[in-house]
């Protein structure tokens, strides 16, 4: 892909990531429930790790400074920044690859991510900023991300399905069709 397509795509997923965390995204007191996670998971595949952290860094700093909900904190930046490198070192795609290698690459990045940046990192950055009782709000984003997990891989499947069908891929990336499934006639 050249340089240009990747500063366009970049810019686009930029801007898709600030609309659905800024203005389409559900806010509590203590839960934050975002579709954000669908730029990020669509530029770590068609991007790599490397922009999706420089997206989800910038996507966090230009939506604070720009709609900002509180006073801006540099955890929730590090925060995205780790889930992009996360998000983008499992789902990168350098070739193609079958539907259960990616529902598998899929549900090991959603729950690292889920588990590491949200759960435990965004409760402590909620603790230093807010400094509520960690262990009093941790129950609830817990619940929330057990919650999120099934919805996040479910729709992030079906949309990669739905793109490898509409040949998405392989227009943008100059993929081959996608490596169709093993079958038992295959291996005899």
């Known amino acids: 892909m050249s340089k ?4 366009i795509l970049a810019a686009l997923f930029l801007a898709l990531n600030i609309v659905l965390s800024r203005f389409l995204s559900i806010k509590t007191p203590i839960i934050v429930i975002k579709f954000s996670f669908i730029p990020t998971i669509l530029s770590a595949i068609m991007l790599g790790p490397w922009w999706t952290m420089l997206i989800s860094g910038l996507a ?6 720009l709609f900002p909900t509180g ?5 929730y930046t590090i925060s995205a920044v780790l889930a992009g490198f996360i ?4 789902l990168h795609r350098k070739k193609p690859i079958s539907n259960m290698q990616f529902l598998w ?3 090991v ?3 690292c991510v889920i588990i590491l940046c949200n759960s435990i990192l965004n409760s402590l950055w909620i603790w230093i900023t807010t400094q509520k009782a960690m262990f009093a709000i941790l129950p609830t984003r817990l619940i929330k991300q057990a919650i999120m997990l099934p919805i996040e891989i479910l729709v992030m499947f079906f949309l990669n399905l739905g793109l490898e069908k ?3 891929y392989s227009k943008f990336l100059g ?6 499934e093993e079958t038992e006639n295959d291996k005899t």
Not at 4 to 7: M, S
Not at 87 to 90: L, P, R, T
């Open 4 to 7: 240009l397509k990747k500063i």
């Open 166 to 168: 509409a040949k998405v």
């Open 175 to 180: 993929e081959t069709p996608q490596v169709e």
């Open 60 to 65: 966090d700093l230009i939506g604070a400074l």
């Open 109 to 111: 990045s959603i729950a």
């Open 87 to 90: 998000y983008g070192i499992f």
């Open 71 to 75: 006073a801006y904190f540099v955890g």
């Open 105 to 107: 690459r899929l549900i």
